[in-house]
């Protein structure tokens, strides 16, 4: 992804390392997500199975975890 990000923005990707932050690689990857989305959209795929409830439980349990072992 570091590559096609960079690419995009007519960078090198050791110059994306060091002067980009995780907020830009975070905004590049939901434009980036919004934009299979539409296309799915228009090619009347289904969107509603982008994460399976499986993966969600999972990503929830890590950060209530997370969040208890910096209350203790």
């Not at 982008?50 to 072992?69: F, P």
């Amino acid at each position: 992804m570091l590559h096609v990000m960079a690419e995009k923005y007519g960078v090198l990707p050791s110059v994306l390392l060091e002067k980009g932050t995780t907020l830009d690689i975070q905004i590049y990857h939901v434009a980036e997500n919004i934009k299979i989305r539409q296309q799915n959209i228009k090619d009347g795929k289904d969107i509603t199975s982008t994460y399976n409830q499986e993966y969600l439980e999972q990503q929830l349990a890590n950060v209530n975890k997370h969040v208890k072992s910096k209350s203790t």
